[in-house]
């Protein structure tokens, strides 16, 4: 038996340069901010995550997590809830626990949660706005490098001009690419007070984009606006996905039961952790949908978000967060010892290896620490 006996954490900020300029966000990204979280049982076993924001203080969880079994992953899930009830996130220390649990017992994570399968299909989450040439170019030229899934960001000024890149895309990859359209409709960055789509907009963009085939559309709606979600289902054939930064996991449910969204894409990093996202993904598969994760955050939320998928996922793809030159996983993955690599057929696997498969290099990530 191994019992938790602390919880410490590390402050990092990577630069960026050039700035990334992300499509939802009006300010450009000079820097990327991360806490790493070391959770350290009595035996010597420890866990690393990170990823998410508004990390709650350590000690707290320290605190109350020490003395608890590692394997009591129920009861680490349900105290990290009652910490996030009052202000910030505390998954990744959740996260932690199942990467020293898998390091305790030998195995990796995905296979702790029921090892549904060893790697997913990648689609190639882009980032930034490009013209429709420039975005038809890079398509091809991740297609050829073996993908077979990306996603697109919508944010021009006119609805109708990111439906143009879609179609020049979708004319540039033939019908076999997967396509994916984030709207980023669901939530907004600090100060940002654009208004988002209303339902008649999202049903105007949604039919539009009908001939093109998509895989889903993201986030044509606020999160909340789950009565819009549900008038939105019915009146188009296109797939719809949300729910990335929902912070509860009833607000999962009610998208999925009232709202009808057909993709359900809660962060391990962001809401129940592991162990919540594994009640959402079963949820879903009772309802007849599906849970792929948003992936959006750092090298080890991708890490912990696609040992989650690959243990409880019914999806056929995975968020991975590629648009270079814009974002490559030099950036993406700097908190890791490697990057993650999709395979030349299209698919990625977790890192291979006990809990997460990761070893932070401490040392190396010295020269970014800033706490």
């Given amino acids: 038996m191994a019992r938790i006996e602390s919880v410490e954490t590390r402050a990092y900020r990577f630069p960026l340069d050039p700035p990334f300029r992300a499509a939802w966000d009006p300010v450009p990204r000079t820097h990327v901010d991360a806490t790493l979280v070391t959770v350290r049982a009595d035996d010597g076993t420890e866990g690393h995550a990170s990823g998410g924001d508004g990390l709650p203080d350590a000690e707290l969880l320290g605190r109350l997590l020490r003395g608890v079994d590692l394997r009591a992953s129920e009861r680490v899930r349900a105290t990290c809830g009652t910490v996030d009830l009052h202000g910030g ?57 073996g993908l077979r899934a990306l996603k697109i960001r919508f944010h021009h000024d006119d609805w109708r001009d990111d439906v143009e890149v879609v179609r020049r895309v979708r004319e540039a990859v033939g019908p076999e690419m997967a396509i994916m359209v984030d709207a980023n409709q669901g939530w907004r960055m600090p100060g940002d007070t654009s208004p988002p789509w209303d339902i008649a907009a999202a049903v ?10 998509l895989h889903w559309l993201e986030e044509p709606l606020p999160t909340a606006d789950v009565d819009g979600y549900a008038a939105l289902r019915r009146l188009t054939g296109v797939r719809i996905a949300a729910g990335e930064l929902v912070r509860q996991e009833h607000e999962a449910r009610d998208l999925l039961a009232r709202g009808g969204v057909d993709v359900i894409q809660c962060d391990v990093l962001f809401v129940g952790g592991i162990g919540g996202c594994r009640r959402i993904s079963a949820m879903a598969d009772l309802l007849g949908r599906t849970w792929s994760p948003h992936t959006w955050s750092n090298g080890y939320g991708l890490v912990a978000n696609l040992h989650a998928a690959c243990g409880l996922s019914s999806h056929p793809y995975v968020e991975v967060p590629f648009d270079p030159p814009a974002w490559t996983p030099a950036q993406r993955d700097w908190l890791l010892p490697a990057p993650v690599e999709i395979a030349a057929d299209g698919t990625v696997a977790p890192p291979p290896g006990p809990g997460l498969g990761v070893e932070p290099d401490l040392d190396a990530l010295e020269r970014w620490r800033t706490a």
């Fill in 89 to 145: 996130r505390p998954w990744a220390v959740e996260v932690a626990c199942w990467d020293a649990l898998g390091k305790l017992l030998g195995e990796p994570v995905w296979r702790l949660l029921g090892g549904r399968q060893e790697r997913l299909l990648a689609y190639a989450s882009t980032g930034e706005l490009a013209t429709p040439s420039e975005r038809a170019e890079r398509a091809v030229g991740l297609r050829d490098a």
């Fill in 204 to 213: 105007r963009v949604a039919r539009a984009l009908e001939p093109l085939e």
